[in-house]
């Protein structure tokens, strides 16, 4: 697995951990934890990297409703971190991200987010309609 998402295959890890990890029969130890954790950023490194904001969004959706095995509150602060640039850019994407942070980050890290810019900009445009 670990030589798949150096390979670039994070889609694959990603999706194939995501299954292990929930089924009632997988694996249950810390180091697959933490690889699901590196696959989850690399994919979600891959989707920004390809400016796919509609993957973005729908990575970023999918994340807020794993199961709580997965323990995705560990890494959601890089994941809006990672997602938070080409948030700038699509409203839809800008929307996803405020919500996830404002249900995630603590309020010092939510007001941080919501003076980037070009995210805050994005975000009002998007609301005004």
């Known amino acids: 697995m670990s030589n798949a998402l150096t ?6 890890v990603y999706d194939t951990l995501s299954r292990w990890l ?3 029969l997988g694996p249950r130890s810390k180091p697959w934890l933490l690889l699901f954790h590196r696959a989850a950023l690399a994919h979600l490194e891959a ?7 509609a993957g973005v969004n729908t990575f970023l959706q999918q994340i807020t409703r794993t199961a709580p095995t997965l323990e995705t509150e560990r890494i ?5 971190e990672k997602a938070l640039p080409l948030g700038a850019e699509d409203t839809a994407l800008a929307q ?5 942070a ?10 941080t987010i919501l003076r980037e810019r070009p995210f ?3 975000l009002r445009s998007g609301w005004r309609g």
């Open 76 to 80: 959601i602060h890089q994941v809006i």
């Open 7 to 12: 390979d670039g295959k994070t889609s694959l």
């Open 102 to 111: 404002a249900a995630e980050l603590q309020v010092n890290d939510f007001q």
């Open 120 to 122: 805050a900009q994005r």
């Open 22 to 24: 929930t089924n009632p």
């Open 96 to 100: 996803t991200l405020f919500l996830l």
């Open 47 to 53: 989707l920004v990297k390809a400016r796919n904001t």
